[in-house]
């Protein structure tokens, strides 16, 4: 049965039928039963969920000394499957998440990502060049186990520190797909820039991971593929795996959602934005019930595809969450707001400004009032930023982000949200 081609009517019953069986299992499970509330009467899908709260990435991260706890009782869960456990790893953070699934849901994962890619437009025929995506539901593993469906030729090429390699790579084996996320894509372009070549056989550049911005298309485009270069991406996250697709008919923001394996909503939170909240249909040993994505998303207009698929379509519009991409990896934005107490400097003579600078690098901007800009040390500064994440200073050494600059706080910096919070960080990069 393909989901896809489904009546909203019979997508509806077998949604409820899978959230059931869902909800049987996580009223029971250590993790989850305590924030399910009794459900009285017919259990329908508009209750389950009503009852349900929804919840964010970080209470899932909360959970660690709850699973490392609770790790047998969930390891018995799993043993009637007959398939081993793996623990997530925390990909760009480069420590364990606390989270885990079990092998066979991480296969299922990679059916549908393998489905992503084939809609994209990876075929048969094509060679595709692989670079190292980090995080477990979109490790090399998941991309190899997902691109296999397409019965492609994979080429693994990894991150390396020496554009000039990974160029003759893609050159001596004659690949036409790049699979890779936007901010690998430029220390190459660069590189293709400073030697004036450029790489012409690729047909196809599919990302994931992280918004493709519109001035980065055009530099990927005067140096990267065929005339007709087609860009396409897949939609997934660490937390919930894959949960969308695009088909040729969708614009580059917009996809298809794999509703076989997500029940997704967009529900209102108290600063008014569309907030994207998915449940895995398919996610047993570690639940993932109504988890707010911290992506912004809205439902698309468009009432049937020209493809003829009736899986419904979002489109993303940004990203609202504790972590946020900086350069393509995951930044934790505590981490900043930690910074005017170490220095012993008001919240409010601070703010940080994230942009693009002409050359296409992210710029961070630290911006302080004039009255304590001799109060800050940038060394110490920039060791800080580094426990936001592990990769902060190699990003700036691969050019991918600039150097930290420090600036004066004007009242353009001053910044509230609908709901009259100071805004600590302003993202000026979409
Ligand atoms: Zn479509």
Known sequence: MDFDYLSLDEKRSLHQKLLYRLFLHAKCHPLTKNRLEQIEGTVTEANILSKWQHILPEDTSDHKPLLIEQFSK???????RGSAIVISSGGTQGAPLSTCLSFDEIIN?????????????????HTVATFGIPSLLSSEFTVYHGLKHTACLILPIGIS????????????????????????????????DASNKKLDRIKL?????????????????SRIGIENLKLRSTFQTSDTGSIGFQCDSVKTDAYHIHEELQLVE???????????????????????????????AEWADMKECPCGRKSRIIKLKGRKSRYIKIGGEKFDQEVLHSIPFLFKIPIEACAWRLRITNGNQ??????????????????????????????FSHQSTMKIISELKIEELNSSDVVYSASGKRKFLIDERT
């Open 161 to 192: 520190d020496d554009p000039e390699k990974i160029v003759s790579l893609i050159e001596d084996f004659a690949a036409n797909v790049l699979l890779v996320m936007p901010s690998d894509l430029i220390p190459i372009i660069q590189y293709l």
């Open 109 to 125: 994962n990679c059916y549908f990502q393998g489905k992503g890619y084939f809609t994209a437009g990876i075929q048969q025929n």
């Open 362 to 391: 992210e710029e961070f901007v630290f911006k302080i009032h004039s009255d304590y800009r001799n109060k800050i040390n940038g060394d110490t500064l920039k060791n800080e930023l580094n426990k936001g994440n592990s990769k």
């Open 266 to 296: 967009i529900i209102k939170d108290e600063d008014d934005d569309n907030c994207l909240v998915v449940t895995n249909l398919n996610r047993y040993l570690f639940p993932v019930i109504r988890l707010k994505t911290g992506d912004i």
């Open 74 to 80: 969930i390891a018995t869960l799993n043993r009637d």
């Open 205 to 221: 550049i599919v990302t994931g991971g992280e918004k493709l911005r519109e001035d980065l298309v055009e530099r990927i485009t």
